[in-house]
């Protein structure tokens, strides 16, 4: 049996180390298609495998894990593991887009991938705005991981029969988050007419850019790729909708309180980005006149010192707005167990109750 698979540590350091250099090997491997094309592009390499180096691996192991609840754990888990590994190439290609849309400054420890190629324009005494280059950089090295993210798992050795059949669901969770994160731009420059109004247009970008995404398709992915039986995708689809959510409003709530040691993000950077959260919903709906006129004032404000966050931080708290979102993430926990019920491995059943433990119990 794997060594790399341990149901009772789901994201064990083996096996993300694994996802990692599946990972590294892959886009170490088109570097001499980069030098080819120019040493110019060599930066698109290296920028990828810096930022393909951290991140917390979830949407790989809800895959392989998937495949366990279907098919129980193999000898040699490794085409899995690659397979599932192309999913955070796909995801870390997002969150560069989602860097240069949100103008942020840090990604995962390192400053963002516009960032560094505005910085290389400089260095490099090119024409016109640094700015402009870097965000351009960014664009094109998004979109080149999302493609490789394809090329990864058409290459991974699985045969034509399993990845025919677990490709749909790869297909519809990237239409999916596509148009999810075209939800959340379309939020953010609504304006608040209530909380109500404010908590459903969040909950549909939570389903949408984070529940299928980080959860319901990669598990369904999985699971098509060991064969899952209709009941199983049905109970993983359930169990991804409602642990997918509390994901979401856990980061909801790191997004504003959290360590920005621990998160790799600046303390707050949620609200100078004017995130529409669940949390802000609930503050917009829990504060008073002079808060809400408050809140609607700052929030999305790039220019908000530390004395404002920490404003914003201390109406939040008076709001009752962390203790609502905590109700809704311990739902959510309780729901993925309930649907933890369907016929499925004991391996799977196990890994995926610590998945949803780890997925709403995290610091970062």
């Not at 088109?30 to 930066?43: F, H, K, M, Q």
């Not at 895959?63 to 955070?88: K, M, N, Q, T």
């Not at 802000?280 to 004395?307: E, N, Q, W």
């Amino acid at each position: 049996m794997s060594t790399v698979l341990d149901p009772h540590d789901p994201l064990s350091a083996a096996l993300r180390d694994e996802i990692g250099a599946e990972i590294a090997r892959f886009i170490d491997d088109r570097r001499d298609l980069l030098t080819d094309v120019g040493p110019e592009a060599l930066v698109l390499g290296d920028l990828a495998q810096a930022f393909a180096a951290g991140g917390k691996r979830m949407r790989p192991a809800f895959a392989v894990w998937g495949a366990v609840a279907a098919a129980g754990v193999p000898d040699d888990p490794a085409l899995w593991i690659r397979a599932a590994a192309s999913l955070d190439l796909l995801h870390t290609g997002i969150l560069i887009h989602d860097d240069v849309m949100d103008s942020s400054d840090t990604r995962r420890g390192l400053p963002a991938a516009h960032h560094q190629l505005a910085a290389r324009h400089a260095e490099h005494h090119l024409l016109g705005e640094p700015q402009g280059f870097g965000r351009a950089g960014a664009i094109l090295l998004g979109d080149l991981m999302q493609l490789w993210s394809i090329e990864m798992l058409d290459t991974s050795g699985l045969s034509a029969i399993d990845l025919d059949r677990a490709r749909p669901a790869l297909a519809r969770m990237r239409t999916e988050v596509t148009c999810g994160q075209f939800l959340d731009v379309h939020v953010q420059h609504e304006p608040i007419h209530d909380g109500q109004h404010a908590l459903l247009a969040a909950a549909r970008v939570v389903e949408y850019k984070t529940a299928k995404y980080t959860v319901q398709r990669p598990v369904q992915f999985g699971a098509l790729l060991g064969g899952g039986s209709d009941e199983l995708l049905a109970g993983l689809e359930a169990y991804g909708s409602a642990l997918g959510r509390a994901f979401q409003f856990r980061d909801d709530l790191l997004g504003v309180f959290g360590d920005e040691v621990t998160t790799g993000k600046p303390a707050g950077d949620d609200l100078r980005e004017g995130k529409r959260t669940v949390l802000v919903a609930h503050a917009f709906t829990g504060t008073t006149d002079a808060g809400r006129a408050l809140l609607t004032s700052l929030l999305g404000d790039p220019t908000m010192d530390a004395d404002q966050i920490a404003e914003l931080r201390g109406l939040i708290v008076d709001s009752g707005a962390p203790e609502l979102v905590e109700s809704m993430i311990a739902e959510g926990f309780e729901g993925a167990l309930a649907a933890l019920r369907a016929p499925m491995t004991e391996e799977g059943r196990t890994a995926l109750t610590q998945l949803a433990l780890a997925a709403t119990q995290r610091t970062f």
